[in-house]
């Protein structure tokens, strides 16, 4: 019997040893749940935190643009212009007549050089043939 009371006293005893460290492990369990509310409860009062000034700002730019659009509506805008263009025609137009008098003075030099050189080619071949006929007939 002795050992029948040492065996239900280690037995009690593995059961008390079970229970203490289901309710260490409990405690634990029991602490990290607690810190992540808290954690759940910090974030959710953030977002609603955010979201009124997320809330707050739209209202205000929407406030602003109003403002802004009422202001640029009540603005006249005036514009100038200075059409004081003094277009120097007759001194644009002498200066493109002088350009092309130019290039036809130019044109007209090379033209008469031209014509000298060939006229002067022709003069000795008239000449040369000249002779070449001069001699035939005195050949004939």
Excluded: P, W
């Excluded at 309710?23 to 974030?43: A, S």
């Excluded at 953030?46 to 009540?74: V, W």
């Amino acid at each position: 019997m002795q050992g029948l009371v040492e065996d239900l006293k280690n037995k009690y005893e593995d059961e008390i040893n079970k229970c203490t460290e289901m309710e260490d492990e409990f405690v634990l369990i029991k602490k990290d749940v607690d810190e992540v509310y808290m954690d759940k409860v910090e974030l959710e009062s953030r977002l609603e935190g955010l979201t009124d000034e997320i809330n707050f700002c739209k209202q205000l730019y929407e406030e602003e643009i109003h403002e802004l659009q009422a202001q640029i509506s009540n603005t006249s805008v005036v514009l100038s212009m200075d059409n004081n263009c003094s277009l120097d025609l007759d001194g644009g137009i002498a200066k493109v007549k002088a350009q092309y008098e130019e290039i036809v003075n130019c044109s007209r030099a090379e033209a008469e050089t031209m014509y000298q050189i060939k006229y002067e080619e022709l003069q000795t071949l008239a000449g040369k043939h000249g002779d070449d006929l001069c001699r035939m007939k005195t050949d004939f």
